[in-house]
């Protein structure tokens, strides 16, 4: 993980001396604070162009609140987030949870408390992208593993055969010849070839001179 000193954060909020504070107290820490955000707008915009390692955000915003921000952020260049609030609710930190948000703090918190925040939602960002790779090549392989099954085609079942003419006969009423109907319905391939029974019957000269 990150120490502190190689951790770049990005400030999202509203209230001018609140964001100096939460600065101060970051860079008494050891962060390094890249920018500071008025709006969530902003905060999505700056968090695409700067790639901050965290951003804290505030939930009441002008334009766009954290909530919203937040993901949007996930869903163009996701990030740890940390969300700040006024209100310590039970609803509003499973709303942040649901956008995304990693960890949840009430203003005004203390240099500890926001060491902490940061620490946890870095490292539930981190488990998150990993399920999330982990699931992304589950569902590709399960894709592969569906197109193969797709493509293998398996005969089973009652086949109405002639007693004549051994054609087989399809869903659709349609008569085929035996080998075209296996071909079409499995992954096999014919080579020709000629069995004893019909070699004495169609060549007895040859037959007779092979025993010979």
Known sequence: MLSAKNINVLIAEDDFIISETIQQKLEQLGYIVLGKAPDGRQAVGMTQSLQPD?????????DMDGLEATQQIFKICPTPVVILSA????????????????????????????????????VRFENTMQLQHLNSEMHDRNEE??????????????????????????????WHEVADYIREHSDAEFTHGICPDCARELYPDLWDNKKE
């Open 145 to 174: 593993l569906q197109a193969a099954l797709d493509r293998v085609k398996v005969l089973s079942g009652m086949l109405p055969i002639c007693c004549n003419c051994k054609k087989i006969r399809d869903d659709d009423d349609y």
């Open 54 to 62: 965290v951003v804290l955000m505030d939930i009441k915003m002008p």
């Open 87 to 122: 209100y310590d609710t039970p609803d509003l930190a499973k709303q942040a949870g649901e956008a995304g948000a990693g960890a949840y703090l009430v203003k005004m918190p203390t240099a500890k408390e926001i060491e902490r925040a940061i620490i946890i939602a870095t």
